[in-house]
């Protein structure tokens, strides 16, 4: 079966670093883009953020561009998510998601329904 599972989260202070990775299992992987979310304390599920996201190229969002950065190793089936000068607003629980290529040409998606397997969360918390 399909699986996701991610690592590398914990407890860093204002500033420091950060790299989690994403180990993916049972899908083809080089044909799915691959997401990082993230689900702040307090938010629901509904209220997921999407951080980076990456197919041949890669997307960020605003509020982790300069500091984040997303890459994958297709031979080794596992996204990365290096996160640096992190801050107390990024103490959250980061999701590794797939979402399917369906075309040649394709946007990278930003909303977490066009993700359709999903890892079970890894926490992360930045004290200040």
């Known amino acids: 079966q399909v699986q996701l599972v991610e690592s590398g989260g914990g407890l860093v202070q204002t500033g420091g670093s950060l790299r989690l990775s994403c180990k993916v299992s049972?899908?083809?992987?080089?044909?799915?883009?691959m997401g990082w979310f993230r689900q702040a304390p307090g938010k629901e599920h509904e209220e997921r953020e999407i951080?980076?996201?990456?197919?041949?190229?890669?997307f960020y969002g605003d509020s982790v561009k300069g500091r984040f950065t997303i890459s994958r190793d297709n031979a080794k089936n596992t996204v990365y998510l290096q996160m640096n000068n992190l801050r107390p607003e990024d103490t959250a629980v980061y999701f590794c998601?797939?979402?399917?290529?369906?075309?040649?040409?394709?946007?990278?998606?930003?909303?977490?329904?066009?993700?359709?397997?999903w890892g079970q969360g890894t926490q992360v918390t930045v004290s200040s």
């Open positions: 998601a797939a979402s399917p290529v369906r075309s040649i040409i394709y946007t990278i998606p930003t909303s977490e329904d066009k993700y359709n397997a």
């Open positions: 049972g899908l083809i992987f080089p044909s799915y883009i």
């Open positions: 951080v980076a996201a990456i197919g041949k190229t890669p």
